[in-house]
Antibody, heavy 121, light 109 residues
Framework: QVQLQESGPGLVKPSQTLSLTCTVSGGSISSGPYCWSWVRQPAGKGLEWIGRINNSGGTNFNPSLKNRVTISVDTSKNQFSLNLSSVTAADTAMYYC?????????????WGTGTTVTVSS | AIQLTQSPSSLSASVGDRVTITCRASQAISSALAWYQQSPGKAPKLLIFDASILERGVPSRFSGSGSGTDFTLTISSLRPEDSATYYCQHFNTYPHSHTFGQGTKLEIK
């Protein structure tokens, strides 16, 4: 049973870079028809997809965030990571990592429990 | 970019009721649509994929239908634990990206 767990600072100062890591357990991050995504949710609001990385290191990003986002994978640690630069209060949210499995299309079938990030000085 | 519009934004229903939530895409998306359930304080959970296929382990009272631009999620007989927010989601194949609807909050009376 694959499980995902987010980790990282809960408080980030404005203009700095938000860095989160998702640790995958119960399976290899580099095997299978999977991609790995980040999704965020401001308190009381809806879900926003941030970006994804595939097993080959290829990435795709939400156009509204692409200039500030990098996603990387560390197969030796079975982790993937999110960096979001130049953060503002608008980036305060619950951040989830998720596994995408290829069915006819990619869907997020396993999710982490989420980690809250607050942007404040 | 494709947009997904869910209706209603919220609804209230009783245990045993049949409930339908609609998701409309701004252009045809074939069957590349999923439904997720997010209970309060929890991560989203995949319910339906490819518009109508029930994810393993999901109760059969949940069903999905539609293709093209109009999709529905139906809960045939509401249970108290179905109180949650439901999201539709589309996977775009070029470029690869995901879009979520704005969510429908379901309250059990």
């Amino acid at each position: 049973q694959v499980q995902l767990q987010e980790s990282g600072p809960g408080l980030v100062k404005p203009s700095q870079t938000l860095s989160l890591t998702c640790t995958v357990s119960g399976g290899s991050i580099s095997s299978g028809p999977y991609c790995w995504s980040w999704v965020r949710q401001p308190a009381g609001k809806g879900l926003e997809w941030i970006g994804r990385i595939n097993n080959s290191g290829g990435t795709n990003f939400n156009p509204s965030l692409k200039n500030r986002v990098t996603i990387s994978v560390d197969t030796s640690k079975n982790q993937f990571s999110l960096n979001l630069s130049s953060v503002t209060a608008a980036d305060t949210a619950m951040y989830y990592c998720a596994r995408e499995e290829l069915r006819d299309y990619y869907y997020m079938d396993v999710w982490g429990t989420g980690t809250t990030v607050t942007v404040s000085s | 970019a494709i947009q997904l519009t869910q209706s209603p934004s919220s609804l209230s229903a009783s245990v045993g009721d049949r409930v339908t939530i609609t998701c409309r895409a701004s252009q045809a998306i074939s069957s590349a649509l999923a439904w997720y359930q997010q209970s309060p304080g929890k991560a989203p959970k995949l319910l339906i994929f490819d518009a109508s296929i029930l994810e393993r382990g999901v109760p059969s009272r949940f069903s999905g239908s539609g293709s093209g631009t109009d999709f529905t999620l139906t809960i045939s007989s509401l249970r108290p634990e179905d109180s949650a927010t439901y999201y539709c989601q589309h996977f775009n194949t070029y470029p690869h990206s995901h879009t979520f609807g704005q969510g429908t909050k379901l309250e059990i009376k």
